[in-house]
């Protein structure tokens, strides 16, 4: 399997003297490319540090990202500016769409940007995948939150990147919206071997993906691999457990 992304020792230190913190602690993780990863941990333990590390978005203290080979914590701002419109999807968890614009615009719109020429058999896959051919022509505030978050998806994916990365992208969702979400990110994997890490709070998100990282205090604790909800709340547990006995 090769690898999409990965962190070597990352470190990513705020502040100084009694209010420093160590936001990422010697991190390293591989994300194999056509897996879906998600992120765990409690709050403040560093997962969007380490999503906007992964991603190019920030720049870690120490340590290394590549993307493919390349080790993007070395790359000049413009070049970094590039590879990720070009390499990288992101999908948030305010959505982040473009009020004035339609869905489809919302979708194509990093290909206009970035003046590339469309897919057009991959744009109309992720349209089909996304279930919302009725609702293309709709402004976000004529959609619902579920039906933004797709549109978001599809934008994410619609440059066919190498990864998407996505920081809680269910957090302001209903259930039932989350799983068409989860459903729609999971099928990107499955059928269209894409590679998707995503932080999440939520157990059952969690069990969409094939793999699970838990994070505390900036470090790696402990990985699942095929979880189920129930298993991803007992390493939780037990991860709360050790924690207490620690501390
Ligand atoms: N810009 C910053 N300046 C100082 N400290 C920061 C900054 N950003 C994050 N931190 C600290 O780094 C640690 C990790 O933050 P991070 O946001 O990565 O955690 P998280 O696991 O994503 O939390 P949450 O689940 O609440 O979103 C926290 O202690 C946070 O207070």
New binding site residues.
């Given amino acids: 399997m090769s690898v999409a992304v990965r962190g070597s020792g990352l470190w ?1 230190r ?2 100084s003297g009694q ?1 420093q ?4 602690a010697d991190v390293t993780a591989e994300f194999g490319q056509g897996r879906f990863t998600a992120i765990m ?12 590390c992964l991603a190019g978005l920030d720049k870690p203290t120490a340590g290394q990202v590549f993307v493919g080979d390349l080790d993007i914590t070395r790359l000049p701002e413009k070049q970094l500016t590039h590879l990720r419109r070009d390499r990288i999807g992101f999908v948030f968890q305010a959505f982040n769409l473009v009020p004035t614009l339609t869905a489809l615009e919302n979708i194509t719109l990093p290909l206009d940007l970035a003046g590339r020429k469309f897919d057009q058999e991959w744009l109309d896959t992720v349209i089909d995948t996304i279930g919302l051919k009725d609702r293309l022509g709709h402004k976000p505030s004529e959609l619902s939150g579920g039906q933004q978050q797709r549109v978001a998806c599809a934008r994410a994916l619609a440059a066919r990147p190498d990864v998407v990365f996505a ?2 992208p269910t957090g302001n969702l209903d259930s039932r919206s989350s799983a068409d979400v989860l459903a729609f990110l999971h099928r990107s994997v499955r059928d269209f071997g894409q590679t998707v890490v995503m ?1 999440t ?1 939520d157990p059952t998100a969690a069990s969409y993906a094939d793999r699970v990282l838990f ?1 505390a205090d ?1 470090e790696l604790r402990s990985e699942l691999l095929d979880p189920t909800a129930e298993s991803v709340l007992d390493t939780m547990k037990q991860l709360d457990a050790t924690a207490a006995a620690a501390g």
Avoid: I, Q
């Avoid at 941990?41 to 906007?52: A, F, Q, W």
């Fill in positions: 990513k705020y502040g209010t913190v160590d936001a990422l941990g409690p709050s403040g333990s560093g997962k969007s540090t380490l999503l906007h920081d809680e932080v709070h994070l900036g």
